[in-house]
Every structure is written in C-alpha cells, then in structure tokens.
C-alpha cells in the first residue's frame, strides 16, 4: 500500500498537515447544533477550526511545552520568548 504524500508547492517539502489536523482537531464531524460547545461552529457552521485558533487553545490550555512535537510538524521556524 502506498501513501500519498501532501508536498508544499514553492518548497517540494512534505507537510504534515494531516498529522496536525487530527492532532488539533481542526475539522469537527459532530457538532451538536443546539448546543454548540467548540469555537468550530462559528466559522460559517462548516465544522473546521482555523490552525491559529486551536494553537492559541492549545498554548492556554497546556502551555507550548507540552505541544512541542506538534509544532515541529508546521513549517517555518519556532522561537521562544521570555520575558
């Protein structure tokens, strides 16, 4: 069985934006309408939730840290600050 890789178009990179979605939950399939509970449903009721929103959720909820193999798989550099 052979996989299909997702490859960025400028750079011929993989991504791994697969691996990032499931872990972030970035699309919700069961969303309960009357009783909407996830920052997914006010994006035009579609289910998804943009990356910078589940990131910052992430980072209040557990702190940086604790995603810190998750946000080895986006693209770009990563720094931390202190102050």
Known sequence: VGLIDRKER????????NVVRRALKLVVDDMDDNNPDD???????SG???LSVRLVQSALGAGWKAQED????LPGPAIELTQ
Do not use: M, R, V
């Open 10 to 17: 400028t750079t011929g990179h993989k991504t791994n934006f």
């Open 39 to 45: 920052i997914a449903y006010a994006y035009s009721h």
């Open 70 to 73: 998750l946000l080895k798989q």
């Open 48 to 50: 998804y939730a943009p």
